[in-house]
């Protein structure tokens, strides 16, 4: 079986929550994973906990992908940055995706990790 060529994205935004908000935050999850469960172009999602930090597992077909997904969850993230502070955001991929990502998120503290090698089945 040939690899297929990988153009997948992740995106890692970290979570800090203020104790008395998690139950708020919590919620506001629900609402996330039940906007994003129709997009075609996400592959999984989810929230990871550990004690008042979440991180928010998410992975896309491709940069288009996940530039669909910020027009559909955007408003979500902003009540979410009401609620918690977020203290890193990675975006994880290949450099032709990333590329396509790198001016509209100009105005986010991102780190870029380009993926080097790997496949995809």
């Known amino acids: 079986m040939a690899a297929l060529r ?8 970290y979570f800090e929550i203020p104790p008395e908000r998690m139950d708020e935050f919590r919620a506001l999850v629900d609402e996330f994973v039940a906007a994003t469960g129709n ?29 669909a997904h910020l ?6 993230f902003a009540r979410a940055q009401q609620i918690a502070t977020v203290t890193r955001m990675e975006m994880h991929g290949p450099a032709a995706e990333l590329d396509k990502l790198r001016k ?3 105005d986010l503290d991102i780190v870029w990790f380009t993926q080097d090698c790997g496949f995809r089945r």
Do not use: I, K, M
């Open 39 to 67: 997009e075609p172009g996400c592959l999984y999602y989810g929230f990871c906990y550990h004690n008042h930090q979440a991180l928010c597992r998410e992975g896309y077909a491709d940069g288009d992908a996940f530039l």
């Open 71 to 76: 027009d559909n969850v955007g408003e979500l």
């Open 6 to 13: 990988d153009t997948g994205v992740s995106f890692s935004p």
């Open 104 to 106: 509209p998120l100009a």
